[in-house]
C-alpha cells in the first residue's frame, strides 16, 4: 500500500508547472553588512524571457556598496 502511494505522490508531480509571483513593476530590496563595507541590493522585475518553452522572469540584480577604508560609493552589477 505504501508503494502505491507513493508512486502516486511522484506521478502527481510531474505535471506540475510554476507560478507568477512578482506583478510588473515590483522591486525589493536588503541591505547587508561586511568587515570593510555596507550597502544594499536591489532587486527590479525587468520583463519575461522564454526559456525553451516555459515563460520565466526576468530580474536584474543591482548592488550599491559603501566601502570604509576608502571612503568610497560603488555600485556594481
Keep these: ?16 508547472s510554476g507560478q ?20 544594499y541590493v536591489l532587486l527590479d522585475y525587468v520583463g519575461d524571457s522564454l526559456v525553451g518553452d516555459q515563460v520565466a522572469q526576468k530580474l536584474q540584480k543591482r548592488r550599491f556598496e559603501y566601502y570604509f577604508l576608502t571612503s568610497s560609493l560603488s555600485r556594481v552589477i
Design 1 to 16: 500500500m505504501k508503494n502505491y502511494l507513493l508512486v502516486a505522490l511522484l506521478l502527481s508531480t510531474l505535471n506540475g
Design 20 to 39: 507568477f509571483w512578482c506583478p510588473n513593476g515590483s522591486q525589493w530590496h536588503y541591505s547587508f553588512i561586511s568587515m570593510t563595507s555596507t550597502g
